[in-house]
Structures are given as structure tokens and as C-alpha cells.
């Protein structure tokens, strides 16, 4: 069984998505850490709330990003993690993470990458009126948002949209193509092959 270690910064509704999948038997693994650089994230309530480690990283106890990342690094591997999710992490990921875990960490982005990459990927396209936008979930490495694709959904803009409209329908997405993706990983039905990632069908 796959052990996942999940970095949130925010509410944590993919964690619970991802919770909810590995408690339904969707997902052949568990979330065996979950970790934040926010005190306050929510998230952390609700990985206490499944019986999972909830771990308060701040970085402004370190000196500097190595040393934050390698604090994350050390709480990952303290949990035996094998993969490692960004769930609404909103850090950069240091080396000290990413070569730990090569093609391991996982990453969700409210966009169809290579557009729109970075922080506001919804607010972006939406600024910039694309009829279609969407959801993707990558392998991450150390460029924002540029590494291998495991799995896209587009998601039409609708003449009568808001940003917040349009948000609610990307987070449904979202709770959907990252549990699938994981589920896949989990699986052993992914392969990397330089910037193709391969998903075989169940």
C-alpha cells in the first residue's frame, strides 16, 4: 500500500478528496502525513479529524529555503512516505524534497499546463477570456509548473461565468482527477517516459 505524504497551505478540500478515496478503497494507499507551512490551514484540522499526522512546518523558523525544505524532507521521510502531493501548496518545492523524490511528487493546477501556469492559474484565464480552461495534475519538478502531465480536464468557461463560479466547477474537477491520478500512480499504471507520461486503463 502506497504511502502518501500530502503539502497543503489552505482549506484542504483535494485532502479530503484524496481521504475520502483512500477510506472508500478507490485509491490503493493512505495519506500517512499530512503538511503544512500554515498554522492555520484548515487542512490540518481535517487530517486530525482521519487519524492522520498533521505537522505545522512555519518557515519562518529557518534561515532560509534549504533549511525549510529539508525540515520537510526530514517530516517526510519520518512518516516512510512514498509520493508526496501538493494539494494547494503554495511554496515552490525545494531540492531538498524533489531529489528525495524523483518523478514522486505530484502536483494539481487549476489550469490546462502549459497556460496559465503559476499562483492565480483560474484568475489568469479567466482575465484573459479563454472559452475553455481546466484542470491538471503533473509530476513536479524544480520549475513552477513544468513538469510531465499525468492527466487533464478541460473545463468550458460559460458566457455567464464569475471567477467564483468558474472556481466551484474547477474544484469539482479537481476532486476527481486527483484522486483518479493517485489511484493510477497507486496502481503501478503509470510510466514516465521523458515529458510523456503513460496512464494504462484499469
Given at each position: 500500500?502506497?504511502?502518501?505524504?500530502?503539502?497543503?497551505?489552505?482549506?484542504?478540500?483535494?485532502?479530503?478528496?484524496?481521504?475520502?478515496?483512500?477510506?472508500?478503497?478507490?485509491?490503493?494507499?493512505?495519506?500517512?502525513?499530512?503538511?503544512?507551512?500554515?498554522?492555520?490551514?484548515?487542512?490540518?484540522?481535517?487530517?486530525?479529524?482521519?487519524?492522520?499526522?498533521?505537522?505545522?512546518?512555519?518557515?519562518?523558523?529557518?534561515?532560509?529555503?534549504?533549511?525549510?525544505?529539508?525540515?520537510?524532507?526530514?517530516?517526510?521521510?519520518?512518516?516512510?512516505?512514498?509520493?508526496?502531493?501538493?494539494?494547494?501548496?503554495?511554496?515552490?518545492?525545494?531540492?531538498?524534497?524533489?531529489?528525495?523524490?524523483?518523478?514522486?511528487?505530484?502536483?494539481?493546477?487549476?489550469?490546462?499546463?502549459?497556460?496559465?501556469?503559476?499562483?492565480?492559474?483560474?484568475?489568469?484565464?479567466?482575465?484573459?477570456?479563454?472559452?475553455?480552461?481546466?484542470?491538471?495534475?503533473?509530476?513536479?519538478?524544480?520549475?513552477?509548473?513544468?513538469?510531465?502531465?499525468?492527466?487533464?480536464?478541460?473545463?468550458?468557461?460559460?458566457?455567464?461565468?464569475?471567477?467564483?463560479?468558474?472556481?466551484?466547477?474547477?474544484?469539482?474537477?479537481?476532486?476527481?482527477?486527483?484522486?483518479?491520478?493517485?489511484?493510477?500512480?497507486?496502481?503501478?499504471?503509470?510510466a514516465v517516459e521523458g515529458r510523456r507520461v503513460r496512464?494504462?486503463?484499469?
Amino acid at each position: 500500500m502506497i504511502r502518501f505524504g500530502v503539502l497543503i497551505s489552505g482549506s484542504g478540500t483535494n485532502l479530503q478528496a484524496i481521504i475520502d478515496a483512500c477510506a472508500a478503497g478507490e485509491i490503493a494507499g493512505k495519506v500517512a502525513v499530512v503538511i503544512s507551512n500554515k498554522e492555520d490551514a484548515f487542512g490540518l484540522e481535517r487530517a486530525r479529524r482521519a487519524g492522520i499526522p498533521a505537522v505545522h512546518i512555519d518557515p519562518k523558523a529557518f534561515a532560509g529555503a534549504a533549511a525549510y525544505n529539508a525540515a520537510v524532507r526530514f517530516a517526510l521521510q519520518t512518516h516512510a512516505v512514498d509520493y508526496v502531493v501538493m494539494a494547494g501548496y503554495m511554496k515552490l518545492l525545494g531540492a531538498a524534497v524533489l531529489e528525495a523524490y524523483p518523478m514522486r511528487v505530484v502536483n494539481i493546477h487549476p489550469a490546462l499546463l502549459p497556460s496559465f501556469a503559476g499562483a492565480h492559474g483560474i484568475r489568469d484565464a479567466f482575465a484573459h477570456g479563454v472559452k475553455v480552461t481546466g484542470v491538471t495534475v503533473h509530476f513536479a519538478n524544480e520549475i513552477f509548473d513544468e513538469g510531465p502531465i499525468i492527466a487533464q480536464e478541460a473545463v468550458p468557461v460559460l458566457e455567464d461565468d464569475t471567477i467564483d463560479t468558474l472556481e466551484a466547477r474547477i474544484h469539482e474537477v479537481e476532486h476527481r482527477l486527483l484522486p483518479a491520478a493517485l489511484a493510477a500512480i497507486a496502481d503501478g499504471r503509470v510510466a514516465v517516459e521523458g515529458r510523456r507520461v503513460r496512464v494504462a486503463a484499469r
